[in-house]
Structure formats: structure tokens, C-alpha cells
């Protein structure tokens, strides 16, 4: 999966795409928790008094290659698709970060204050970095900028910078086989950005994954 649109005027909101058949009762998490050195910001989201996270996404049926699942957070806030459970992220326009997992970070005292969440029992997904210069694995992991974690990377196209704009969508190419679709939503230029609101009625509908030369879900 990968996360192709988010807004962090107006309303908290994103939308991610399904890169592959995901069957019913599939559980995605996201938290917007930054991490240091491994670990995660323990009471930004994941571990806050009021609501904790993490934004919490399940499937009630098989969701298709090229479907895009939207969170919008408003007066309503719902999933476009599947069923809610969890706490609200907050998303900064000052920067900030999505990430999606499964499995559990866990709060660990073995941490340093405020990095106390432990994901090793979690499996990263993916990681989408925007409003500010990038991810920083030197001196990031406050509230406003990160690490990149464990299990995704900048090299295989899981841990993408859309750019220094607090809103934007992915616009780039919607038919191609998973690799070619991380390889361009990879690339800034391929996003379009604002510091204004981008309405989701702008944001990508629907892809089309090609897998072995097969179109595997069709409009």
C-alpha cells in the first residue's frame, strides 16, 4: 500500500491506495508519531491521554489491487471504506508524517522519554513525509520532522518526501505493476502541492496494478 493524498489545513485527512488484494478482516494501523533512533514518539499520537492511537483501519470485505481508501477528519470522521477503531492523528502543517504498520508498537520504559514506543512487534508499511525538508536521520524525531524506521526505505520506495507543502496528492501515473507505482510516487514532481486546502475531490479515485504483464483490477 502507499499513501497518495493528505491535507493538513481545514481537516486532518489522506487517502492511501491498495497495491494488492487485500483480503476481509485486513488491519492497517496509522499513527503520525515521529521516530528517533528506532523509536517512537510515545504520547504525540500512539500514546496520548485522550484518544489514543493509532488510527486504526479494517477491512469488511476483500478491498481489490487499486482501490483508495480516504480518512477525512471533520465533524464526520470516517474511513471511505472499512471500519474505524482508534485514536485521531493530528496532522502539522509546521511538518509532520504518516505511517502505516501492522502488528503493535508498544509502550516500552526501556525508552527514553518521549521515545518510548517500542515497534518490534510491528511490520512497517509505509512512510509519507511532507511540510518541511525532508526526512532527517540526524537530528529529526521531534514533533515536526522524523527518522525513517526500520522496514521502509527511501531506496525501495516506501519512505517518500512529498515536498515542503502542507497539502498535496500524488498526480503522477495510475497504471503500471506495483514497482513502477512506488518508483513514481517516490518522486516530488509527481505530487501536487499547496500551502491552501486541496479539496479530496481532487485526490486519485482509482488505480490500475499490473502484475506479470496481467491488469488485475479493471474500472
Request: charged residues 10%; neutral net charge; proline residues 4%.
Amino acid at each position: 500500500m502507499a499513501v497518495i493524498a493528505y491535507n493538513a489545513d481545514v481537516t486532518d485527512s489522506f487517502a492511501w491506495v491498495a497495491l494488492r488484494d487485500m483480503p476481509s478482516n485486513t488491519v492497517i494501523h496509522f499513527t503520525s508519531s515521529s521516530v528517533s533512533n528506532g523509536w517512537f514518539r510515545w504520547g504525540d499520537h500512539l500514546g496520548r491521554a485522550v484518544s489514543p492511537g493509532p488510527l486504526t483501519w479494517t477491512s469488511k470485505s476483500l478491498l481489490k489491487a487499486g482501490s483508495v481508501v480516504s480518512w477525512i477528519s471533520g465533524t464526520q470522521q470516517c474511513w471511505s471504506v472499512g471500519t474505524l477503531s482508534g485514536g485521531v492523528p493530528a496532522l502539522s502543517a509546521s511538518g509532520d508524517q504518516i505511517f502505516a504498520y501492522i502488528g503493535t508498537i508498544a509502550n516500552n520504559s526501556a525508552g527514553v522519554a518521549p521515545w518510548r514506543g517500542d515497534p518490534t512487534g510491528a511490520v512497517m508499511l509505509y512512510g509519507l513525509n511532507f511540510a518541511n525538508s525532508g526526512w532527517d536521520n540526524i537530528t529529526g524525531g521531534g514533533l515536526n520532522t522524523s527518522f525513517i524506521p526500520a522496514g521502509i526505505s527511501v531506496a525501495s520506495h516506501t519512505a517518500v518526501h512529498a515536498g515542503n507543502w502542507d497539502n498535496g496528492y500524488y498526480s503522477g501515473i495510475r497504471t503500471g505493476a506495483v514497482t513502477e507505482l512506488l518508483a513514481a510516487m517516490a518522486l516530488s514532481s509527481n505530487w501536487t502541492t499547496s500551502a491552501d486546502f486541496i479539496s479530496p475531490d481532487h485526490w486519485p479515485s482509482q488505480f490500475k496494478v499490473v502484475r506479470g504483464g496481467t491488469l488485475i483490477r479493471i474500472e
